[in-house]
């Protein structure tokens, strides 16, 4: 009797600490989201990408391109149209740029109108130009003739070469070249 009383509660210990262990497991993959995750648009945010450049950059060899895409008028589509179809907008690009992007390319949210894109070099810069502009077609151009808002942006690229130093550098530069873009 007190052998089958102790195989009862070993087993029921067992189990509850296997359920506990999942719950845990589920609460670290919420958590990884909410800290790494854009909510309205389910694109990395900017500590995924600080966090990706950071890890990027201990791969030698790896050229490409940072390109930040800036919205211009999301802040008008909000005030006339009300917030949720400026959400419904940046909600739309995000799908659009995971629709679109190949599976060496990254796409981030990193703030309220921006967004982050690393495009990696294939077969020279010359082609990952190209596919710059293949992008912000298909984002801007492209799709938007269909809706009611024309969405304006201003661009700012920075190349990732070996001599470039590093990417976070790389995306600072860009960061930059953004401001250039905005305020001249």
């Known amino acids: 009797m007190f052998v089958f009383n102790f195989y009862i ?30 909510n309205l648009t389910d694109l990395p945010n900017y500590y995924y990408l600080m966090d990706y450049l950071s890890n990027l950059g201990t791969e030698t060899g790896k050229n490409g391109l940072i390109l930040i895409l800036s919205l211009k008028n999301i802040n008008m ?12 907008l940046l909600s739309d690009i995000g799908n659009h740029l995971k629709a679109i992007l190949r599976s060496d390319e990254k796409a981030a949210r990193v703030s309220g109108n921006e967004f982050v894109l690393w495009i990696q070099e294939k077969q020279g810069m010359e082609e990952v130009y190209i596919r710059k502009n293949e992008i912000i077609y298909l984002l801007f151009h492209e799709k938007r003739t269909q809706q009611k808002h024309l969405l304006e942006y201003y661009a700012a690229t920075a190349e990732a070469t070996e001599k470039s130093g590093s990417y ?4 600072r530069r860009a960061q930059i070249a953004l401001t250039y873009a905005k305020y001249v």
């Not at 976070?168 to 995306?171: G, H, I, K």
Request: glycine share 4%; aromatic share 14%; charged share 30%.
């Open 9 to 38: 509660s070993v087993n029921s210990i067992k189990v509850y600490l296997v359920e506990k262990i999942e719950e845990l497991e589920e609460s670290v993959k919420l958590t990884h989201k909410l800290a790494y995750y854009d």
């Open 77 to 88: 589509i909000n005030a006339v149209y009300g917030n949720d179809e400026g959400n419904y």
């Open 168 to 171: 976070l550098d790389c995306y």
